[in-house]
């Protein structure tokens, strides 16, 4: 039986987050949210939550682009998922807005046939 213990960062893959639980999500030790094809954050879970100071209920139901993280709304993140259906790419970031800047890595996921793209934060 797979664990969310089991999932690093760098190896968890799209199809593992669309099949997870949100109390599995909640576990994770790195940031997950997931964007629908419009941009509206339906995914937040508990451990960007608590990094960020942001409650779900403040991200979820929101375009996350143009209203939560404009900080990533740019050629190395957004424009990512516009350009390409498929996308499992590490981006090494610097967040800016709402806090200090703080130097992370983020992991975009995008595939074809899964109806979310994921931006994993690891700080």
Do not use: H, K, W
Not at 7 to 13: E, G, N
Not at 37 to 64: D, M
Not at 94 to 120: D, G, I, N, Q
Request: charged residues 25%.
């Amino acid at each position: 039986m797979t664990t969310t213990l089991d999932f690093a960062f760098d190896d968890i893959t799209i199809d593992d987050l669309a099949a997870m639980p949100e109390t599995a999500r909640d576990d994770l030790a790195f940031g997950v949210i997931g964007i629908d094809r419009s941009g509206i954050a339906r995914i937040y879970n508990a451990a960007e939550s608590r990094l960020a100071g942001l409650a779900p209920s403040a991200v979820i139901g929101l375009p996350f682009f143009d209203a939560v993280a404009q900080c990533m709304n740019n050629f190395m993140v957004a424009q990512r998922f516009e350009d390409s259906e498929e996308v499992d790419e590490v981006v090494p970031f610097v967040l800016t807005l709402r806090m200090r800047p703080t130097p992370v890595r983020l992991r975009l996921l995008a595939s074809r046939v899964e109806p979310l793209r994921y931006v994993l934060i690891e700080r």
